[in-house]
């Protein structure tokens, strides 16, 4: 079973930076050959990707976050989970929303829609950012 855990969402001022992370685990070392992304829901909207890293090392981000978020990958010490961390700068109000994380066995995602929700099966159940002043 894939376990999908975000942590770090919390509330911040515009122009601030924040880090949200995610732990994926669950299926062993076969982690490591998953692909991870971050989506958000605003109030009203649909959920849209922002951040995707596939298991080949591929990133691939959304257009309004692409010069000011950045994705990383860490693989837990015994090889058996990941970690997905996002870093958020220059954030602004409309970043705010509720995050997801998502994983896909999916190793490599060149053929699919990175970003697209449908590419992933498993979810975490999601955190909430708010940017305010």
């Known amino acids: 079973q894939v376990l999908v855990a975000e942590s770090g969402g919390g509330s911040v001022q515009p122009g601030g930076t924040l880090r949200i992370s995610c732990e994926v685990s669950?299926?062993?070392?076969?982690?490591?050959?998953?692909?991870f992304g971050w989506f958000r829901q605003a109030p009203g909207k649909e959920r849209e990707g922002i951040a995707v890293?596939?298991?080949?090392?591929?990133?691939?981000?959304?257009?309004s976050v692409r010069t000011r978020f950045t994705l990383s990958k860490v693989t837990g010490r015994e090889g058996d989970r990941m970690y997905l961390h996002l870093d958020m700068g220059d954030l602004r109000s409309d970043d705010s929303g509720t995050y997801y994380c998502?994983?896909?066995?999916?190793?490599?995602?060149?053929?699919?829609?990175?970003?697209?929700?449908?590419?992933?099966?498993?979810w975490g159940q999601g955190i909430q950012v708010t940017v305010s002043s």
């Open positions: 998502a994983a896909t066995r999916r190793f490599s995602l060149a053929a699919d829609s990175p970003l697209s929700t449908n590419t992933f099966e498993y």
């Open positions: 669950g299926v062993g070392d076969a982690v490591r050959r998953y692909s």
């Open positions: 890293y596939d298991g080949v090392g591929r990133s691939y981000y959304g257009d």
